[in-house]
């Protein structure tokens, strides 16, 4: 039975693309807060070398059309209006309030930094879909002193799907990624 539950646990780590690289999730077993903060630097999208050319690209193919502004302004507003409310949403409800993450939160004595490293962000034509997906490492460390690093753990190619296959929105599609990346991260701890 025991070899089977460690069979198990290794396959969904491996699945899911866990990579512990420095502590432990033990360490994290009585921490009732989080600060909460997203970092997008160095962010790759796709097969694109950079952010930047992905956004050159997307916004010379809707320069036409006269959206391309509106492309870009969108493409940063959905971090802080999608992205960061879903995985906060979705983490928090896994605890029932027992432990709690969020911006701004000046009283957590632990920080949880979610760096995104990868996006894909997915699309769907009617006839063809593809789901988003994300790369992140997350870093839990005291806020106090950041060199004090509980966690540091990799997660590859978190799925964001949904919507019955109404997902036409790159936004919505990305920030079901973020959501399945918090609930994959909340599971780790328990």
């Known amino acids: 039975m025991k070899k ?22 033990k360490k994290l077993k009585d921490i009732t807060e989080y600060n909460l903060v997203f970092d997008y630097t160095g962010l790759i999208v796709d097969k694109f070398k950079s952010e930047d050319d992905f956004l050159a ?8 059309k006269g959206t391309s502004e509106d492309f870009k302004t969108s493409w940063f507003n959905d971090r802080q209006k999608r992205y960061e409310p879903k995985f906060i949403e979705s983490f928090n409800k896994r605890f029932d309030g027992r432990v709690k993450a969020d911006k701004g939160l000046t009283s957590a004595k632990y920080t949880m930094k979610v760096k995104t490293t990868w996006i894909h962000p997915g699309y769907n034509v009617g006839v063809s879909r593809s789901d988003a997906k994300i790369n992140a490492t997350i870093t839990v460390f005291e806020t106090a002193n950041p060199s004090n690093i509980l966690l540091e753990v990799s997660y590859e190619k978190m799925h964001g799907d949904g919507a019955f296959g109404y997902d036409f929105d790159s936004g919505y599609r990305i920030s079901e990624a973020y959501a399945k990346l918090a609930k994959e991260f909340a599971k780790d701890i328990k």
């Open 4 to 25: 089977t539950l460690a069979a198990l646990l290794f396959i969904s780590a491996t699945v899911f693309g866990q990579d512990v690289s420095s502590g432990s999730f």
């Open 57 to 64: 690209d997307k916004m010379k193919k809707r320069a036409e």
